[in-house]
């Protein structure tokens, strides 16, 4: 599968952005799909998963307040929708898919085998 990130930009804090993975292949549904991010200097970290039978887990209660992952089936793409975003929120955003996740690993970067090119999210004060 090929994933193909989009809908980051420059937005001022408190602002929304809806981040999109879009995937190739009709098989799209069977796999678990996550959100990672990385600042400057960081290294990436997880955002937000949901496992193929629709459960979702978020990174931090922060996130999980202000953030909601979905899934879209027919359009073959899971969406990041975020809101109240703040600076500390800039950072690349990349999705990752894998068949083999599952719920117990859905946090962890190295079940992915698939991943987006990335996304930038930047947040003005």
């Known amino acids: 599968v090929q994933l193909q990130a989009s809908g980051g930009g420059l937005v001022q804090a408190g602002g929304s952005l809806r981040l999109s993975c879009a995937a190739s292949?009709?098989?799209?549904?069977?796999?678990?799909v996550a959100w990672f991010r990385q600042a400057p200097g960081m290294d990436r970290y997880f955002v937000a998963g949901?496992?193929?039978?629709?459960?979702?887990?978020y990174s931090t209660e922060s996130m999980k307040d202000r953030f909601t992952i979905s899934r879209d089936t027919a359009r073959n793409t899971v969406y990041l929708q975020m809101n109240s975003l703040g600076p500390e929120d800039t950072a690349v955003y990349f999705c990752?898919?894998?068949?083999?996740?599952?719920?117990?690993?859905?946090?962890?970067?190295?079940?992915?085998?698939?991943w987006g090119q990335g996304t930038q999210v930047t947040v003005s004060s």
């Open positions: 990752a898919a894998d068949p083999s996740v599952i719920a117990s690993n859905l946090r962890s970067r190295s079940a992915y085998n698939y």
């Open positions: 292949g009709r098989t799209f549904s069977r796999y678990a």
């Open positions: 949901i496992n193929r039978s629709g459960g979702k887990i």
